[in-house]
């Protein structure tokens, strides 16, 4: 029997998001709502809850050992970050056999260090953390899911860098601003 509408991923499937490499990922606030600051002059100033936003995701190397972090940024309404997952030493890879759990995530079946987790992870801490702030318990921060891009080389990678660094200066040419 199915509880309702099921859920469509924007993942790629059968992808094993826990596997080395950097993912470049973007998550927006609930209605494209500037909680995390503004830009003045081609500048980002944080609100409070941007600076929570911004530290909390200096600390997802604390939780993930496995991960470093690469260029990133708070938004007034969003966020973009690269995060560079490392070989794990010690440990054994997951061979795809029968009978094995399969490497890549699925729907209530979380991966350990894998994106998703990581995302979830970070989403949750944020939301309990701006809502304690706000005294809005049970508030949402976060749209549902989060855009990701595997980055494929290291010219794409340079390129995502440069697009994150230089999102404040492009603000006022933001085709989809908020309260439009």
Known sequence: ???????????????????PGAYFI???????????????????????????????????????PNVELDAFIVMPNHIHGILIIM??????RRAPTAGNTPPYEQFQ???AGSIPTI????KSAVTKQINELR???GGVVWQ???????????????????????????WAEDRNPPGR
């Open 109 to 111: 079946k979380p991966v």
């Open 87 to 92: 070989q794990r030493r010690g440990t054994t």
């Open 144 to 170: 549902r899911n989060y855009y990701e891009h595997v980055v494929r080389s290291e010219r794409d990678l340079n390129r995502i860098r440069a697009y994150i660094q230089n999102n404040p200066a492009r």
């Open 135 to 137: 005294h809005t318990p």
């Open 119 to 122: 995302i979830r992870s970070f």
């Open 1 to 19: 029997m199915h509880g309702g509408p099921r859920r469509r991923s924007i993942r790629l499937q059968r992808f094993d998001y826990a596997r």
């Open 26 to 64: 973007t998550i927006c606030t609930e209605g494209r709502a500037c909680l995390f600051g503004e830009v003045v002059d081609g500048e980002m100033r944080r609100y409070e809850c941007g600076l929570l936003v911004h530290d909390i995701w200096e600390t997802i190397p604390d939780h993930h």
